[in-house]
């Protein structure tokens, strides 16, 4: 039995991206919801934040449901 090296090291060097990745943008999205709270009792807009919050959120979800695509698929 012989182990493609290469193979291993690049399904490694991916999953530890994508999950560094995730926790990333799951930690932005956090952040932004927190600023929008502080904002907010500053009595500012936190508009701005709460959106990019969400985007951060979406965009995670997006990843997740495409890395099940293609494990389904």
Do not use: H, N
Not at 15 to 40: K, N, P
Request: proline fraction near 0%; hydrophobic fraction near 60%; charge should be neutral.
């Amino acid at each position: 039995m012989k182990i493609d090296w290469a193979a291993l090291g690049s399904v490694f060097g991916v999953s530890l991206v994508v999950t560094v990745g995730l926790v990333a943008l799951f930690t932005l999205g956090i952040m932004g919801l927190s600023r929008q709270e502080r904002v907010t009792a500053e009595g500012g807009s936190a508009a701005l934040a709460v959106t990019g919050a969400y985007a951060c959120f979406a965009a995670c979800a997006a990843a997740v449901a495409y890395g099940i695509s293609l494990i389904v698929v």
